[in-house]
């Protein structure tokens, strides 16, 4: 079965940087596209990233362009997202996701594949 493995979340300091990793096994992760999902508590599921099954397109939230950066190892069945100049509003659990085919998109729906999400606290 599909099962998508976040890490990396943790405790960091405004200004500061974390990087999340996201393993996948049991699909062939090179022709899914991922994305990287989140949610405050008592707030829906926001987009954050998303990446395209090559690695060649990428699609950022608003909230997080310039200081995020989606990216992916298709050899380790891995996407990353590395957050810098990190905010107190970038709480939340953080969420991978996966959809078959090439194209990389924003909405929660259109992925059937997700991991059960790893903590993100930025303190002030």
């Known amino acids: 079965q599909v099962q998508l493995v976040e890490s990396g979340g943790g405790l960091a300091q405004a200004g500061g940087s974390l990087r999340l990793s996201c393993v996948s096994s049991?699909?062939?992760?090179?022709?899914?596209?991922m994305a990287w999902f989140r949610q405050a508590p008592g707030k829906d599921r926001d987009f954050v990233a998303a990446?395209?099954?090559?690695?060649?397109?990428?699609l950022y939230a608003d909230s997080v362009k310039g200081r995020f950066t989606i990216s992916r190892d298709n050899a380790k069945n891995t996407v990353y997202l590395q957050m810098n100049s990190l905010k107190p509003d970038d709480t939340a659990v953080y969420y991978c996701?996966?959809?078959?085919?090439?194209?990389?998109?924003?909405?929660?729906?259109?992925?059937?594949?997700w991991g059960q999400g790893t903590q993100v606290t930025v303190s002030s």
């Open positions: 049991g699909l062939t992760f090179s022709v899914y596209a």
């Open positions: 996701a996966a959809r078959y085919g090439y194209s990389e998109n924003y909405s929660s729906s259109m992925y059937p594949f």
């Open positions: 990446i395209a099954s090559s690695g060649g397109r990428t």
